[in-house]
Each structure stands twice: as C-alpha cells, then as structure tokens.
C-alpha cells in the first residue's frame, strides 16, 4: 500500500509540473508589468551566472545535481531529500568562480558559497554578483570634459531551499527554493537600491531522468531611485525542463520565458510587417498565422549537453528571440546560438561559455566550481 502511494504521489506532482508548464502561457498571458527593453532598471538581475547556462542558452537550469553555480540562479537546487534515510543530500561545502568579459571593457563577474551545516540543516548560499560596465568620458552641459567616471551594479545573495514532498519514493523530489538579492546601482555619482527576491519550485525524478522549474524572478522594487523616479524590476515568470534518457548520452532543455506578457514583437524598421512594391504597388502582409508562430517561438529556448566520455560535455543551445532581433540586414549570423564546453571531475568543475548577442560581440563566460 505504500508503494502504491508513493507512486499515486510521483504521478500527481509529474502531471502538475508537465501540465503547468504546458499552460503557462495561457493563464499567465493576463495584464501584468512585463520586462521589454528600456522599461526596466537593474536588468543585469535577468542574466545568468554560470558558464554551463550560458552555453546551453538559458539564465537558469533545472539539473537534479547539486551544482552550487545553477542554485545562484535556481536555489530550490540546494538540497535533495533522501526519502530512506530521512536526511538532506547536497555534497558538503562548495565554492564556485565565474568570470564574463562584456563589451567595450565591461566584465561582469560572481562568487557564490554553499554550506549544508554538516547535514543537520538544509543547505544556504551565499553569493556576490557585479556587473562593470567600464570607464565613461563625462562632460558637463557646456561640453567641458569632466573627467572619466565608472558604472556598476553590485548585488548579495542569500539563497534557501527546502523540500516539500517527502513522500514521492525514492529518487523524486519536490523542492521550494528562494533567493534574496539586495541590489546597489552606482552610476557616476547616481546611486540607487533595490531588493529582489526569486521563487522556485522544482520537481526532479532521478530514476526518470526529468526535472522541471517553475520560477518567478526578480519580484521587488527599488528602496531608492537615481533621481527620484521609480523604476520597475525585470521581473519575469518562466518555466524549464530537462530530460535525459537513462542510457543517451546527451540532455535535453527545453524553456518557456517572460510568460506574464504574450507578445514579445515591435515594428522592426528593418524588417516591417507590411511592405509595399514601389514598382507594382503590390502590399504583402505578413499572414496571422506567421506573426503567431513567430510570438509563441519568441518564448521559447532549447538547449542540448552532449556528454563525451566520463568528464568531458560539449553544449549547444538556441534562443529564437535573441536571434530575431539581433540579426544582420542581410547577412546570416550566430545571434541567438550558444556554445560550450564542460569539464566534470571528483573535486572541481570547469566550464567555458561563448553566447552570441550580435554578430559583432559574443561575452566568453568561465566558471569553476570545487568542493572544500
């Protein structure tokens, strides 16, 4: 009787995750304060922090591992619950390093920490974020140069997890996690402070192979403006799954993003949606149809990690968004395509990372993580 419950419970939470991600675009497309580019302040809170995510396409992952670098981003990662021996299991204290070089001298970089307190409590992060966007020339409103002056984000997270189905069986794991980031923006002599807060839930059944997130980002606002203005977070409401066939060697991703708002389009002025031929004056139109397709893969990210031997992963992913809207005019180009490589070992990891925004910039992302 009580492997029968337990597999009656595994059923229910699979069906609920599978079906919420299915749905989410649905029920969440109601009226909310969504992110789009030049609404939003503090938007570097929106880019991922580990090179594994970045080769795969996505902010955030959705691994039934452990890995201290995806909990940054994901914390309902921290722990897994052992179900027969009545324990947490996370892997003791780690560390990792992540370092990203930007444009035009920017680098953005992050340091996180985990403990799980000898096993007696579940596992806490602790991490630290920046993002510097280099050295600017200033001039005041006679055009007299004033010198040179720097622009930064800072941001401290505290990150918590615990697991909320105990009772799935052996290998199946119903986790809650969420991350507090006091934020602080110093731009020339312009300051200004924010508090963020991330909630996850994440459903992983080991034996299967497939683990899903639902999150909701960057939830908070700013404590104090630059200039007196109030200006919104980038947040975000999102959902990822990945899936991994016992005896394949490769896993799958598969992503669903900015779900609080459906249409992710504009009037691109390169590419108009209605076009007249000056010569005939025939208009073409671009069909419903296509404008709905091209909507619905704008939320969409896909992502695949190759494992080739024991310890080493080759990573490849696509964010159709990106890639509409930083393509060329008329020359193909790798906007939107991520690539990377892994390196896996007993007491570290590496990872290297190249995304590709425009045809012109790429951010190499690196990252090591080890235990201590």
């Known amino acids: 009787?009580?492997?029968?419950?337990?597999?009656?419970?595994?059923?229910?939470?699979?069906?609920?995750?599978?079906?919420?991600?299915?749905?989410?675009?649905?029920?969440?497309?109601?009226?909310?304060?969504?992110?789009?580019?030049?609404?939003?302040?503090?938007?570097?809170?929106?880019?991922?922090?580990?090179?594994?995510?970045?080769?795969?396409?996505?902010?955030?992952?959705?691994?039934?591992?452990?890995?201290?670098?995806?909990?940054?981003?994901?914390?309902?990662?921290?722990?897994?619950?052992?179900?027969?021996?009545?324990?947490?299991?996370?892997?003791?204290?780690?560390?990792?390093?992540?370092?990203?070089?930007?444009?035009?001298?920017?680098?953005?970089?992050?340091?996180?920490?985990?403990?799980?307190?000898?096993?007696?409590?579940?596992?806490?992060?602790?991490?630290?974020?920046?993002?510097?966007?280099?050295?600017?020339?200033?001039?005041?409103?006679?055009?007299?140069?004033?010198?040179?002056?720097?622009?930064?984000?800072?941001?401290?997270?505290?990150?918590?997890?615990?697991?909320?189905?105990?009772?799935?069986?052996?290998?199946r794991h119903l986790n809650f996690g969420a991350m507090m980031t006091p934020v602080l923006s110093q731009y020339e002599h312009y300051k200004a402070f924010a508090l963020s807060f991330d909630?996850?839930?994440?459903?992983?059944?080991?034996?299967?192979?497939?683990?899903?997130?639902?999150?909701?980002?960057?939830?908070?606002?700013?404590?104090?403006?630059?200039?007196?203005?109030?200006?919104?977070?980038?947040?975000?409401?999102?959902?990822?799954?990945?899936?991994?066939?016992s005896k394949a060697p490769f896993r799958l991703f598969f992503g669903l993003n900015e779900l609080q708002r459906w249409d992710l389009r504009y009037e691109d002025p390169r590419y108009p949606a209605t076009t007249t031929d000056p010569f005939t004056g025939e208009v073409s139109k671009e069909s419903w149809f296509e404008g709905t397709l091209d909507n619905l893969m704008r939320h969409t990210q896909i992502g695949l990690e190759l494992n080739i031997g024991k310890a080493l992963f080759a990573r490849v992913g696509y964010n159709h968004r990106r890639s509409r809207e930083m393509r060329g005019v008329d020359a193909f180009n790798l906007s939107g395509f991520s690539f990377g490589i892994g390196i896996h070992t007993r007491r570290f990891d590496f990872a290297y990372a190249r995304r590709n925004y425009h045809l012109s910039q790429a951010p190499n992302f690196f990252t090591l993580s080890f235990k201590l």
């Open 1 to 171: 009787m009580k492997g029968k419950e337990s597999r009656r419970k595994n059923r229910l939470a699979r069906w609920l995750c599978v079906s919420l991600l299915l749905h989410s675009p649905f029920f969440l497309s109601a009226p909310v304060h969504a992110q789009i580019a030049g609404m939003n302040t503090l938007t570097f809170l929106d880019l991922g922090s580990g090179a594994r995510a970045a080769g795969l396409g996505f902010d955030y992952l959705v691994l039934p591992e452990g890995d201290i670098t995806e909990a940054m981003d994901n914390p309902s990662l921290l722990c897994l619950w052992d179900s027969d021996a009545e324990k947490y299991f996370h892997g003791g204290r780690r560390a990792s390093l992540t370092y990203t070089s930007l444009f035009d001298g920017g680098a953005m970089g992050a340091l996180a920490y985990s403990t799980d307190f000898s096993g007696r409590l579940s596992p806490m992060l602790f991490a630290f974020r920046f993002n510097n966007y280099g050295s600017f020339a200033g001039y005041d409103e006679e055009e007299v140069s004033t010198g040179t002056f720097h622009a930064a984000d800072y941001a401290l997270s505290v990150g918590y997890s615990i697991p909320i189905g105990r009772g799935l069986g052996t290998g």
């Open 199 to 245: 909630l996850m839930l994440s459903y992983m059944d080991l034996p299967k192979g497939f683990a899903a997130t639902l999150a909701a980002r960057n939830i908070g606002a700013q404590i104090s403006t630059f200039d007196g203005t109030g200006e919104t977070l980038p947040f975000e409401l999102s959902a990822e799954a990945s899936y991994k066939l």
